[in-house]
T-cell receptor
Framework: SAVISQKPSRDICQRGTSLTIQCQVD?????MFWYRQQPGQSLTLIAT?????????ESGFVIDKFPISRPNLTFSTLTVSNMSPEDSSIYLC??????????FGSGTQLSVL | GENVEQHPSTLSVQEGDSAVIKCTYS??????FPWYKQELGKRPQLIID?????GEKKDQRIAVTLNKTAKHFSLHITETQPEDSAVYFC?????????????FGTGTRLTVIP
């Protein structure tokens, strides 16, 4: 399994501010995925980050709100912009672990006041 | 797109009993069905998966069954232990939507009572 380092592990932020979450993988991967897990809910895919191209966003998520960077094959960032309390969630990055499987980072617990 | 439904949302069993969690999916093109276990405050971890060319798969106390015709699949845990307590998520994906693009169910919180 890949080793994924996700930072920060948790943060408490004021509404209107932005937070950038970092995801570092110990091996090169073509795709990285960003998921959101709202309190007590399931995991929802926000976007797929490919190195060298713009991220592909799922329905309901837009680049202005969740800009993503993918500068190389081992690193990605997700920014949660202009935060509101509704953005309070766990944000997880994940990478493929084989043809279909996913391996998840430890997540970032975000609370917005 | 794919819609995965999962039941029950919560499940309590006595230690040693069996637990069954059921999921249905909507996209007949889905061909990969993993199950993830998420302990409190930890990342989701893959515990077992099944592909559409197989009807059943077993790994020690855990088994998964798939009924392609009815579009449902189930997780079976036998001889449950307290450490099985966690939230379990089913998921589905297909080559068309992207093999690693998993659609998750809403989760089942399993509590094993010692």
């Amino acid at each position: 399994s890949a080793v994924i380092s996700q930072k920060p592990s948790r943060d408490i932020c004021q509404r209107g501010t932005s937070l950038t979450i970092q995801c570092q993988v110990d091996s090169q991967v073509t795709m990285m995925f960003w998921y959101r897990q709202q309190p007590g809910q399931s995991l929802t895919l926000i976007a797929t980050a490919n190195q060298g191209s713009e991220a592909t966003y799922e329905s309901g998520f837009v680049i202005d709100k969740f800009p993503i960077s993918r500068p190389n094959l081992t690193f990605s960032t997700l920014t949660v912009s202009n935060m509101s309390p509704e953005d309070s969630s766990i944000y997880l990055c994940s990478v493929p672990a084989g043809r279909e499987k996913l391996f998840f980072g430890s997540g970032t617990q975000l609370s917005v006041l | 797109g794919e819609n995965v439904e999962q039941h029950p949302s919560t499940l309590s069993v006595q230690e040693g009993d069996s637990a069954v969690i059921k999921c249905t999916y909507s996209d007949s093109a889905s061909n990969y069905f993993p199950w993830y276990k998420q302990e409190l405050g930890k990342r989701p971890q893959l515990i077992i998966d099944i592909r559409s060319n197989v009807g059943e798969k077993k790994d020690q106390r855990i088994a998964v069954t798939l009924n392609k015709t009815a579009k449902h699949f189930s997780l079976h845990i036998t001889e449950t232990q307290p450490e099985d307590s966690a939230v379990y998520f089913c998921a589905a994906s297909s080559v068309q939507t992207g093999a690693n693009n998993l659609f998750f169910g809403t989760g089942t919180r399993l509590t094993v009572i010692p």
